[in-house]
């Protein structure tokens, strides 16, 4: 998964985005409000992890933006203050849970799969495609009942074309959803090339055969 920590404590900060690495995610990190602000509006996240004091503005203001654009993406709400009225304005504005500080990071990390499992999975653990079923708990994946063993990479990968099946995802997007900042050092993208060749082998006819490619422009997933 891709995530946002808008979060303007450094330790804190550091803390979850080491926490979150852990299972191999991707993490980019906005010190204040006017690099949340940034980042939401260029690119997409699975979830934004968003403090409401953001040194330079209020959290609230960019949880605004991202719903009135309409963005696809699951937000927690972070806040050292624990008052009912700045819970209850952070889920009115749109923000899919809230948490507290002082909080544990396995308590972070649950409240992120929950938010998860209800937005971009439909409340379930189990993503299905046809003949592909993917257990997103376990981050195990089966075709036709038979398991596949996937590195990280190519996990993340499938994961990332099922969720935006029929769209077009250029090397860039796939590129950055898989490397985030990181990507910005790379000369060239033939690694993405490789990473989906190496996916289609592994998904065999039956799975593979979804992975298109839209010359000039990327990939798509998407049935015949």
Avoid at 53 to 78: P, Q, R, Y
Avoid at 89 to 98: C, I, R
Avoid at 120 to 149: C, M, P, Q, W
Wanted: hydrophobic fraction near 40%; include cysteine.
């Amino acid at each position: 998964m891709k995530y946002l920590i808008a979060e303007d404590e450094f330790d804190l900060q550091q803390s979850i985005v080491k926490y979150l690495n852990r299972d191999g995610n991707v993490c980019e990190v906005a010190s204040n409000f006017e690099e949340a602000s940034e980042k939401t509006a260029l690119y997409d996240y699975d979830v934004i992890i968003l403090d409401i004091n953001l040194i330079t503005g209020s959290g609230l203001d960019v949880l605004k933006t991202i719903k009135k654009e309409k963005k696809h993406v699951g937000v927690i709400i972070v806040s050292a203050n624990n008052s009912l009225t700045d819970k209850l304005e952070g889920l009115n504005f749109g923000a899919d849970d809230y948490i507290t500080k002082p909080f544990h990071l396995a308590e972070l990390n649950a409240r992120i799969t929950a938010v998860l499992r209800r937005g971009k999975f439909g409340g379930n653990d189990i993503l299905e495609y046809n003949e592909i079923s993917i257990n997103t708990k376990s981050r195990t994946v089966f075709i036709k009942g038979k398991d596949i063993a996937l590195t990280r990479k190519e996990y993340d990968l499938l994961v990332f074309f099922i969720s935006n099946k029929g769209r077009v995802l250029s090397k860039e997007i796939i590129a950055e959803h898989l490397w985030g900042d990181n990507s910005d050092l790379l000369d060239n993208f033939d690694f993405i090339y490789v990473h989906i060749n190496n996916l289609r082998k592994k998904l065999t006819i039956e799975g593979s055969k979804y992975i298109k490619t839209a010359y000039g422009s990327g990939y798509k997933f998407i049935e015949d």
